[in-house]
């Protein structure tokens, strides 16, 4: 017998947090309906979806990231963003690199695009940063924003707070304001950075993963069902609307159909367009306008400061918490977003006559946005499979003017701030190898009207297949700096409360 129902009200491909949000809105708009969700990889964390930061023990929390890695297990990988070298392809521990068609010849393409397999996605290894879109980042045709990412917030756990007590948070903040807060709008100026993390009564942090957003509504819901290491190969459509999933077991090998009444692609903004394609949904805007974030880093020791009192407490179980996280908010004028934190080791070698204060090193992030272009996309083949039997992909992205213009006013930028926090550590900032933000976007993107310039409408449902919905990054139409991860569950909360009113019957 198939481990797996029949039929359901509704299937969700993929169980990071934009799935998971369908799951948990679902569960509490529409609790009769029957939900099944499929993950291509296996539950590596308890409760499942949960953050890896979060096991204690080191070597489970290796395994559980190398358990993550799909076909990469086993690759080398970077432990640290300063520990990358220029060319080197390199994925970070939990995630696996695109193996080939990742760079088209004359483009820049993204050498190190990766991926996560496993229950919870990324969010099993992301860093928990929750900022809100600004300016040119907002999507203008959604009223209803501000409301929905209030409810992601919600959703995710996410807290101001978490680092208030280190003891140099307000230095790092008060010396990046005195060079960045002038002529700024409040919402824009230095502040703590919004973070999916809480702390617990003993004071430990425990980060959000989907098991969060995921909540103990969906866990106590009997009409809820999670399946991994389950492959969906494609949307069943029929008439021209979705009816259901075809999922092969990864364990026997055995290819299933369940029925539903509406689906949702929740892979990645990769994998996403990918289903699509191999369920032969093919609009002309699927996989365009692929976007990330390119990415500046750079470090700087702490001056005039004195080494705090006592250890700290541990924050991931090897670093003492002492810096927090600090927000340069993104602006128009200034089109990067800016997380600044700390650092438990230099990035350059320093003397060993020159002792470091615990928590004084402190690591600086900006990452641009990108100028949207048509041609920037990923392609499927009919003809060539990835390790998964699916639909090989490849990456065609370029960077414009006017994007190396945006990065070299972000290194110019860095070097300014590394000097505001204290001495600036090696010669120069370093840029990060294309892809390294793992914040791919656009590929199913939403638009107001189906103009062919996107794949769904405001609900996320795409155009002309009724009861397929897409969800994640790729369905962020906009050109952000910030990280996706608060928009894309906003969007999905909009998607699932749609489906949810479809599916509970109108009292008249």
């Not at 963003?81 to 004359?106: F, I």
């Not at 933000?437 to 062919?452: A, C, F, I, P, V």
Request: proline share 7%; glycine share 10%; aromatic share 6%.
């Amino acid at each position: 017998m198939s481990r797996y129902p029949a039929s359901v009200d509704v299937a969700i491909v993929g169980s990071g947090p934009a799935g998971a949000t369908y799951a948990r809105i679902l569960s509490e708009e529409a609790p009769d309906a029957s939900i099944a969700m499929f993950e291509v990889g296996p539950t590596v964390s308890d409760p499942p979806g949960a953050h890896v930061k979060n096991i204690e023990d080191a070597g489970l929390r290796a395994r559980a990231q190398e358990r993550s890695e799909g076909p990469g297990a086993g690759a080398a990988t970077v432990n640290s963003p300063g520990a990358v070298k220029s060319g080197e392809r390199r994925a970070r521990p939990g995630t696996y690199l695109l193996a080939d068609g990742y760079q088209v010849d004359g483009e820049d393409g993204l050498p190190v695009a990766a991926f996560s397999s496993n229950v919870g996605g990324m969010a099993a290894h992301w860093t928990g940063a929750c900022p809100r879109p600004g300016g040119s980042e907002r999507i203008a045709f959604l009223d209803d924003l501000d409301d929905l990412l209030a409810a992601g917030d919600r959703l995710l756990g996410v807290t101001t707070d978490a680092f208030d007590a280190a003891p140099y948070t307000a230095l790092v903040r008060d010396r990046l304001a005195a060079v960045v807060d002038d002529g700024r709008a409040d919402a824009a100026r230095v502040q703590r950075m919004p973070l999916a993390v809480h702390r617990r009564d003993d004071g430990r942090l425990v980060w959000s993963g989907s098991d969060v957003v995921l909540g103990d509504a969906t866990r106590a819901n009997p009409r809820f069902s999670l399946f991994d290491e389950s492959l969906v190969a494609r949307v069943l459509v029929e008439d021209g609307r979705a009816v259901g999933v075809e999922v092969r077991d990864l364990g026997t090998g055995e290819v299933h159909e369940v029925r539903a009444r509406a689906v949702v692609v929740a892979a990645d903004a990769l994998r996403t367009p990918q289903v699509l394609w191999a369920s032969g949904v093919r609009p002309a805007a699927l996989g365009r306008m692929l976007n990330d974030q390119t990415q500046v880093v750079y470090a700087s020791r702490l001056r005039d400061v004195e080494p705090p009192a006592g250890d700290g407490i541990a924050a991931s179980g090897a670093l003492s918490e002492q810096s927090g996280v600090s927000w340069v908010p993104f602006t128009d004028e200034m089109p990067f977003h800016g997380q600044i934190m700390q650092l438990d080791a230099s990035p350059v070698p320093l003397a060993d006559d020159d002792p470091v204060i615990p928590g004084s090193i402190v690591g600086l992030g900006l990452f641009c946005a990108k100028d949207l272009q048509w041609e920037d996309r990923v392609e499927f083949s009919d003809t060539e499979q990835d390790s998964y039997g699916m639909p090989a992909m490849r990456l065609h992205y370029t960077l414009t003017d006017r994007d190396h213009a945006v990065l070299d006013r972000a290194r110019a930028e860095i070097v300014e701030l590394a000097k505001a926090v204290g001495e600036p550590i090696g010669d120069r900032p370093f840029t990060m190898p294309l892809g390294a933000s793992l914040h791919y976007q656009g590929t199913t993107r939403m638009g107001e009207t189906d103009d062919g310039q996107s794949v769904c409408g405001p609900d996320s449902e795409v155009w002309d297949v009724p009861g397929l919905f897409v969800a994640g990054n790729g369905v962020i139409p906009t050109a952000t700096a910030c990280n996706p991860t608060l928009t894309s569950v906003a969007l999905g909360v909009r998607g699932a409360r749609h489906i949810a009113r479809t599916l509970t019957p109108v009292i008249e």
